[in-house]
């Protein structure tokens, strides 16, 4: 990510009045002959609020920051893009570029504040204890995120914590339901003390926990005839795992929690589950299972066809075709290869 420096403006600026009066509002915000990203706009959620130290440090409490995210595979341009909060303070000139997938780190007054992690804008100006509602905004003036706290911070905490707010999940809404105080379990950076910070500046929030993706199979090695049981075995270690897919890489798919499938073709087949939990949040699990003809290969060509059916009905009724194995005719096994056999491997070919 390239470095790039915004300044901050004192006018109190609202941000609601842009989705209601149009030019006028958008001119109040946007920099002058400030564009957007070219020839790619940015939607909601493109890029959001994604985590926010509004109690500063242990160092200083005057320390805040902000860290904003991009939910895109491309670089998006934030020429005449800004972040302002409702009443004005602080009310932050975005320029520059944000990586694909990648983390803005705003801190206030100078790069001291994350003392070992380079700040990209900063800004003046107080975040209330209070709470603060945040609106990100790009160069037309619509509205790409908000975070709505007016009423009081959704997470984080003051002394003697310090912990910041972070978003679970980056591509759902900034409601309270999607935020929650840094648990401790993941930090980085330090403060201008040298303080561990009990937060994640430019790295993965440590509420952002995806489920394990697992599971299990009846049959290591299964043949085109066995019916194949795969067991979820997913957990989630801060909730619960509610959605299953299943994908058999035979162009067919599963919703169901336990699964059972019957591949109709020898070969390799990239078995995926993914899981997803309370959150929103997905994790996949592949497994890569080899099938086998099994019985029912009568000319050895390594498929189960019409060729086959007639193979084996000229055995039921004596005549004696030429097979690779006689054994691979009795398909019930039973012993004996009869028209019972013909009929199954008949059925098998129609799909039946």
């Known amino acids: 990510m390239s470095r790039h420096v915004g300044s901050a403006e004192g006018r109190s600026l609202d941000v609601r009045r842009i989705l209601f009066y149009g030019a006028a509002a958008v001119a109040c915000l946007a920099a002058p002959g400030g564009r957007g990203i070219g020839d790619q706009d940015a939607v909601p959620a493109d890029v959001v609020i994604h ?54 780190l705003l801190e206030r007054t100078d790069d001291s504040t994350v003392a070992d992690v380079p700040a990209d804008v900063f800004f003046s100006g107080t975040l209330e204890n209070s709470g603060e509602t945040l609106y990100l905004v790009d160069s037309a003036g619509r509205l790409i995120d908000s975070v709505e706290c007016g009423g009081g911070w959704f997470a984080g905490g003051s002394a003697p914590s310090y912990a910041t707010m972070e978003r679970v999940n980056p591509r759902r809404p900034g409601i309270a339901t999607n935020w929650r105080t840094h648990d401790g379990s993941v930090q980085n950076g330090h403060d201008a003390a040298g303080h561990a910070l009990r937060g994640t500046p430019r790295a993965a929030n440590s509420v952002t926990k995806p489920p394990h993706a697992d599971f299990a199979t009846s049959l290591a090695t299964p043949t085109v005839w066995d019916d194949v049981e795969f067991r979820d075995l997913s957990t989630d270690a801060d909730g619960e795992v509610v959605s299953r897919r299943w994908d058999f890489g035979d162009g067919t798919a599963s919703d169901a929690q336990h699964a059972v499938h019957r591949f109709r073709a020898p070969g390799m087949y990239c078995v995926a589950l993914t899981a997803a939990d309370n959150d929103g949040l997905v994790a996949r699990c592949e497994r890569w299972i080899v099938t086998s003809t099994g019985p029912g290969d009568l000319n050895g060509d390594g498929q189960i066809n019409v060729i086959d059916v007639r193979l084996c009905l000229e055995l039921a009724q004596g005549m004696g075709g030429a097979v690779a194995s006689r054994e691979d005719a009795d398909v019930d096994r039973d012993g004996d290869v009869d028209v019972d056999d013909a009929r199954r491997l008949a059925e098998f070919v129609l799909g039946l």
């Open 51 to 104: 985590e926010v130290g509004w109690a500063g440090t242990k160092a200083s409490s005057a320390d805040e920051w902000i860290e904003l995210r991009s939910n895109v595979d491309r670089a998006l341009s934030l020429s005449g893009w800004r972040l302002v909060a409702e009443d004005g303070v602080p009310s932050v000139a975005l320029f520059g570029s944000l990586d694909a997938s990648g983390f803005l």
